[in-house]
């Protein structure tokens, strides 16, 4: 069976009307509602649709990783749902979805995700290149190696999940969390597949773009894509990462975002290793 994990921040009206629809699919599992806005109880809103969901409002904003993190452990079945609040579900493919989990070697199954524009997104990839882990999107519409599950529309192995440690909090609040989760997988010979079986309707950003400003977002990607690269990469790749960095700094000297973002990077690591 499956645990559902639902993080919401403050969109409320797009989340409730997403949940409404999506519990003709999901209605019979195991619901999680992870609220991350300490501002309101999203308690009775939920229990009104649907008595049986568990609901955790966060004491203050603790951002993605953690919410999920803290909605995992209250889950009690060994697959794991994670649906983002701007995610609409478009089939009940689940149970079938489950029987690719035989290979004990399956970590997750990223779904494919239709854009506003109807352009459909979920395959993935990625490598390092002139100092930087760079990530991209695939074009492809077959079951295929992901390097990440996308973290608002996939399934995965709650035990494997566990045993990987979950979500790293370092990149609170937002973005390179489920890369890195994804990365850490493979680094343990587990895959990650692109399942375009099952699609999503998906608002991306909705929620980002609402509440944070286009160079917030910005500079925390940057801060973000340099954690990655100092907590994950090692040899050779982390040797080109010290030689190339000099240069990124002089190339981005006018770019305020890469600057925050280099210098908020230091600070967290820093602020980690101390911890």
């Not at 603790?62 to 995610?87: E, P, R």
């Not at 990440?148 to 192995?157: D, F, H, I, T």
């Not at 895959?191 to 609402?210: A, D, F, G, R």
Request: proline residues 4%; aromatic residues 12%.
């Amino acid at each position: 069976m499956i645990s559902v994990i639902i993080p919401v921040y403050k969109n409320k009206k797009m989340f409730l009307a997403n949940l409404k629809h999506n519990l003709r699919f999901i209605g019979k599992l195991q619901i999680i509602v992870v609220n991350d806005n300490p501002e309101e109880n999203l308690t009775r809103a939920v229990k009104t649709i649907s008595p049986t969901i568990t609901v955790i409002n966060n004491p203050k904003n603790y951002g993605f990783g953690k919410s999920m993190n803290l909605g995992v452990q209250l889950a009690k079945h060994d697959y794991l749902l994670f649906l983002n609040s701007d995610v609409k579900l478009l089939d009940n493919r689940l149970e079938k979805a489950l029987t690719m989990f035989k290979d004990p070697k399956l970590f997750a199954l990223s779904f494919a995700q239709i854009e506003a524009d109807n352009h459909i997104t979920g395959a993935n990839a990625g490598h390092f290149k002139q100092g930087l882990f760079q990530h991209y999107e695939r074009h492809t519409s077959t079951v295929s190696e992901n390097l990440w599950p996308e973290g608002g529309a996939s399934l995965l192995n709650r035990h494997l999940f566990l045993k990987l440690g979950g979500f790293d909090e370092i990149y609170s609040p937002f973005y390179w969390e489920d890369v890195d989760l994804g990365f850490r997988a493979k680094a343990r010979s587990l895959h990650t597949l692109y399942y375009p079986l099952i699609k999503v309707q998906h608002c991306h950003q909705t929620t980002i773009s609402k509440y944070f400003t286009p160079s917030e977002v910005k500079s925390i990607a940057f801060r973000n894509q340099f954690l990655f690269v100092w907590k994950n990469i090692r040899g050779l790749a982390l040797l080109q990462h010290l030689l190339w960095l000099p240069i990124l700094i002089i190339k981005n000297r006018q770019n305020r975002e890469f600057k925050q973002g280099l210098k908020a990077a230091f600070k967290r690591y820093l602020k980690q290793d101390e911890e």
